[in-house]
Protein backbone atom coordinates (compact mmCIF):
# COMPACT_ATOMS: atom_id res chain seq x y z
CA UNK A 1 0.00 0.00 0.00
CA UNK A 2 2.69 2.51 0.89
CA UNK A 3 4.40 1.26 -2.22
CA UNK A 4 1.82 2.01 -4.45
CA UNK A 5 0.52 5.42 -2.63
CA UNK A 6 3.74 6.54 -3.29
CA UNK A 7 4.47 5.99 -6.93
CA UNK A 8 0.93 6.90 -7.87
CA UNK A 9 1.63 10.11 -6.86
CA UNK A 10 -0.95 10.95 -4.16
CA UNK A 11 1.23 10.89 -1.43
CA UNK A 12 4.96 12.31 -2.21
CA UNK A 13 7.06 9.71 0.32
CA UNK A 14 6.59 6.80 1.38
CA UNK A 15 7.53 7.33 5.02
CA UNK A 16 4.06 9.58 4.74
CA UNK A 17 2.14 6.86 3.02
CA UNK A 18 3.01 4.42 5.85
CA UNK A 19 2.15 6.94 8.63
CA UNK A 20 -1.47 7.55 7.26
CA UNK A 21 -1.73 3.90 7.20
CA UNK A 22 -1.04 3.25 10.71
CA UNK A 23 -2.95 5.93 11.82
CA UNK A 24 -5.82 4.41 10.07
CA UNK A 25 -6.44 7.21 7.42
CA UNK A 26 -6.33 4.91 4.58
CA UNK A 27 -8.94 2.51 3.63
CA UNK A 28 -8.45 -0.77 1.06
CA UNK A 29 -11.58 -2.44 -0.15
CA UNK A 30 -13.40 -1.13 2.77
CA UNK A 31 -10.85 -2.70 6.08
CA UNK A 32 -8.44 -0.70 7.27
CA UNK A 33 -5.17 -0.76 5.26
CA UNK A 34 -1.57 -1.66 6.31
CA UNK A 35 1.38 -0.13 4.91
CA UNK A 36 1.77 -3.98 3.37
CA UNK A 37 -1.27 -4.08 1.95
CA UNK A 38 -1.47 -5.90 -1.26
CA UNK A 39 -3.15 -3.68 -4.11
CA UNK A 40 -4.45 -4.85 -7.39
CA UNK A 41 -6.59 -3.21 -10.08
CA UNK A 42 -10.06 -2.82 -9.19
CA UNK A 43 -9.73 -2.64 -5.61
CA UNK A 44 -11.50 0.74 -3.84
CA UNK A 45 -9.70 2.97 -1.30
CA UNK A 46 -10.65 5.53 0.58
CA UNK A 47 -7.70 8.16 2.44
CA UNK A 48 -8.12 10.94 4.51
CA UNK A 49 -5.79 13.28 3.58
CA UNK A 50 -5.67 17.45 4.85
CA UNK A 51 -9.07 17.46 5.80
CA UNK A 52 -10.42 15.83 2.50
CA UNK A 53 -11.71 12.20 2.24
CA UNK A 54 -10.83 10.37 -1.48
CA UNK A 55 -11.97 7.70 -2.38
CA UNK A 56 -10.60 5.85 -5.87
CA UNK A 57 -10.54 2.78 -7.97
CA UNK A 58 -7.39 1.82 -8.42
CA UNK A 59 -6.87 1.23 -12.59
CA UNK A 60 -3.15 -0.04 -12.07
CA UNK A 61 -1.84 -2.39 -9.47
CA UNK A 62 1.64 -1.04 -10.57
CA UNK A 63 1.76 2.45 -11.20
CA UNK A 64 4.48 3.33 -13.81
CA UNK A 65 6.79 6.12 -12.12
CA UNK A 66 7.02 9.44 -14.27
CA UNK A 67 4.14 8.24 -16.37
CA UNK A 68 2.05 11.19 -17.20
CA UNK A 69 -1.34 8.68 -17.08
CA UNK A 70 -2.96 8.38 -13.18
CA UNK A 71 -3.39 4.78 -11.87
CA UNK A 72 -6.39 5.77 -10.41
CA UNK A 73 -9.97 6.85 -11.35
CA UNK A 74 -11.32 9.58 -8.68
CA UNK A 75 -14.95 8.05 -7.29
CA UNK A 76 -17.52 10.73 -6.68
CA UNK A 77 -18.13 10.82 -2.87
CA UNK A 78 -21.53 10.46 -1.77
CA UNK A 79 -21.31 12.61 1.33
CA UNK A 80 -20.25 15.35 -1.02
CA UNK A 81 -23.11 17.45 -2.33
CA UNK A 82 -22.81 18.73 -5.80
CA UNK A 83 -20.79 21.52 -7.31
CA UNK A 84 -23.89 24.52 -7.24
CA UNK A 85 -24.18 25.94 -10.43
CA UNK A 86 -24.42 29.78 -9.99
CA UNK A 87 -26.01 30.21 -13.40
CA UNK A 88 -28.89 28.31 -12.36
CA UNK A 89 -29.15 30.41 -8.46
CA UNK A 90 -32.43 32.05 -8.89
CA UNK A 91 -31.15 34.42 -6.03
CA UNK A 92 -28.49 35.75 -8.22
CA UNK A 93 -28.84 39.29 -9.51
CA UNK A 94 -27.96 38.89 -13.33
CA UNK A 95 -27.59 42.46 -13.47
CA UNK A 96 -24.36 43.77 -14.23
CA UNK A 97 -22.57 46.08 -11.96
CA UNK A 98 -21.83 49.57 -12.55
Known sequence: MDKWLKASRLVKRRA?????CQAGRVWLNGRLAKPASEVRAG???RLLLGGRELELTVLE???RPG???P???MVP???APPPADPASDPGRDTAPSA
Not at 16 to 20: D, E, K, P
Open 16 to 20: VASQL
Open 43 to 45: DRL
Open 61 to 63: AEP
Open 67 to 69: SPE
Open 71 to 73: SYQ
Open 77 to 79: SPS
